[in-house]
């Protein structure tokens, strides 16, 4: 009797190995389509950056007012990299989070 309650357990708990083994498979195969999906952008994104020259950066450097956009990229640059915003007075005279002066900063 014994031996059977073992058997019984090794093959619930067999059970449950495959159960978790068909999801974990599943997520997986979600993750692959996800990545394929990104890869793509990853690859264009590193051949743009391989197009910049130190010119560039200087330019954008010294730009005092940017576009929109550059302030953008460099803002999430300055996330990705724990790089704190400064604290300024909005045109509203509100405190407001501004990652330029950060941005220049990296970019030196």
Do not use: F
């Not at 730009?63 to 300055?78: D, E, H, R, Y």
Request: with cysteine; charged share 25%.
């Amino acid at each position: 009797a014994d031996v059977e309650a073992r058997r019984l357990m090794v093959a619930t708990e067999e059970e449950e190995a495959g159960v978790h083994a068909a999801h974990a498979h599943k997520l997986q195969e979600e993750c692959q389509i996800e990545l394929n999906k990104a890869l793509p952008a990853l690859h264009d994104a590193v051949e743009s950056l391989n197009t910049l020259k130190p010119a560039d950066i200087t330019l954008v450097k010294s730009m005092k007012n940017p576009p929109s956009v550059i302030k953008l990229v460099l803002s999430a640059v300055c996330v990705m990299l724990d790089i704190k915003p400064d604290k300024v007075k909005s045109s509203s005279g509100k405190m407001a989070l501004d990652y330029w002066g950060p941005s220049k900063k990296l970019l030196g």
